[in-house]
Nanobody, 123 residues
């Protein structure tokens, strides 16, 4: 079995910040790219960010560029998403995922997903 568990979601005012965490268990994902997607009510799942296995390269969706930062700590089998300057439209359930490379994540072709953590941005 493999599990990805997100945490750190909650209620935050627009303009505020929040840091999400995703921890892998059951196996190590240190050799895999990792990423974040989100899904707002009534919307399709949207790519947010991805990072290579060694953290050397990152990718971001256009809507979050300059505001969100993805990072990872392979010793902890974890990936993080620092979210700054949050907007109302950032409200969504955020999911983490892993893939053999970032291209797989960008294509949304990954196999493993967490259950998500809810981020609610209020005015």
């Amino acid at each position: 079995q493999v599990q990805l568990v997100e945490s750190g979601g909650g209620l935050v005012q627009a303009g505020g910040s929040l840091r999400l965490s995703c921890s892998a268990s059951g196996r190590t994902f240190s050799s895999y790219a990792m990423g974040w997607f989100r899904q707002a009510p009534g919307k399709e799942r949207e790519f947010v960010a991805a990072i290579t296995w060694n953290g050397g390269t990152t990718y971001y969706g256009d809507s979050v560029k300059g505001r969100f930062t993805i990072s990872r700590d392979n010793a902890k089998n974890s990936v993080y998403l620092q979210m700054n300057s949050l907007k109302l439209e950032d409200t969504a359930v955020y999911y983490c995922t892993v893939g053999v490379n970032t291209a797989t994540i960008l294509r949304a072709g990954t196999e493993y997903w967490g259950k998500g953590t809810l981020v609610t941005v209020s005015s």
